[in-house]
């Protein structure tokens, strides 16, 4: 990760990334299909705890309030990674490269997807839902934003008050959309 972050994604191959971890290509090869997975596979669990905390979130909060906790389970990773710093720059470094960025919109479709499920069970609406799913997309859109300002001020912005300010915007639609109850799917 710290050559990366160091070289640039283009300029590092897996023969670098093999020789830094002291391993043989075939080794790394192992453990990583290619070389976009060894920064993806950082984000590995972020899906199932996100998920995790939307369930757990009381029955009666409001969907705002519950999407909002789950997107911070993302942001205290990247912030209140035991390296921040370091974190920081594999943030940077999935923005400013499009594969793993791609990579990463990919893998948040997905949770996205899962979140919107776990929205519309506690709402009682079906799976297909338009609210669950623009509620979520909403919220992704709220992470993505926090996490590029962070990004975007080499960490001295506060990702949890970015993320906090995203929401306070997003609240008056996610809250006016819950009380039209979803008529169309």
């Not at 070389?35 to 705890?49: N, P, T």
């Not at 001295?156 to 819950?178: H, K, N, V, W, Y």
Request: one cysteine or more; glycine letters at 6%; charged letters at 25%.
């Amino acid at each position: 990760m710290q050559l990366l972050a160091a070289r640039g994604y283009d300029e590092t191959t897996v023969d670098d990334m093999a020789a830094a971890a002291g391993m043989s290509r075939r080794t790394f090869h192992r453990y990583y299909a290619s070389k976009e997975d060894v920064v993806i596979q950082l984000l590995a669990d972020l899906g199932d705890e996100m998920r995790a905390e939307l369930e757990s979130r009381p029955p009666d909060e409001a969907p705002a309030d519950s999407l909002r906790a789950a997107v911070t389970v993302a942001i205290n990773f990247c912030a209140g990674h035991h390296d921040a710093a370091k974190t920081l720059a594999v943030v940077r470094l999935i923005y400013r490269t499009p594969v793993l960025h791609a990579r990463s919109l990919e893998r948040q479709s997905r949770w996205q997807a899962e979140l919107a499920e776990v929205l519309a069970a506690r709402l009682g609406q079906p799976p297909d839902a338009l609210y669950p799913q623009m509620a979520t997309r909403m919220a992704f859109a709220a992470l993505d934003a926090a996490l590029q300002r962070w990004a975007g001020t080499d960490g001295a912005a506060d990702p949890l008050e970015l993320t906090g300010r995203a929401f306070e915007l997003l609240a008056p639609a996610l809250s006016g959309a819950q009380q039209l109850g979803d008529p169309g799917r």
